[in-house]
Nanobody, 116 residues
Framework: QVQLVESGGGLVQPGGSLRLSCAAS????????MNWYRQAPGKEREFVAT????????RVANSVKGRFTISRDNAKNTVYLQMNSLKPEDTAVYYC?????????WGRGTQVTVSS
């Protein structure tokens, strides 16, 4: 059974940091590119960050460039999203995604709220 379980979300003040984790099971994690997406209330889900299967290449959205970093540990079947200098507009549910055509796996998300 495929599972992606996000954790690490919560309430943080503007300028603060959070580290999200996504624990994967039930599929060949080390063969999959992994992604983070987010969805704010009333908005469409948007891309945040991606990392290749080996971790050799990463890319983040322009809106989070210089503040967010994606990484992975294939020995632990886990992908991370380090979020620094958080802004109120980063408030959203953050989702972990594993993709290798035709498989497309999603977690249930973790809430991140940035507010004073």
């Amino acid at each position: 059974q495929v599972q992606l379980v996000e954790s690490g979300g919560g309430l943080v003040q503007p300028g603060g940091s959070l580290r999200l984790s996504c624990a994967a099971s039930g599929f060949a994690f080390s063969s999959y590119g992994m992604n983070w997406y987010r969805q704010a209330p009333g908005k469409e889900r948007e891309f945040v960050a991606t990392i290749t299967s080996t971790g050799s290449s990463t890319r983040v959205a322009n809106s989070v460039k210089g503040r967010f970093t994606i990484s992975r540990d294939n020995a632990k079947n886990t992908v991370y999203l380090q979020m620094n200098s958080l802004k109120p507009e980063d408030t959203a549910v953050y989702y972990c995604n594993g993709f290798q055509f035709p498989n497309d796996y999603w977690g249930r998300g973790t809430q991140v709220t940035v507010s004073s």
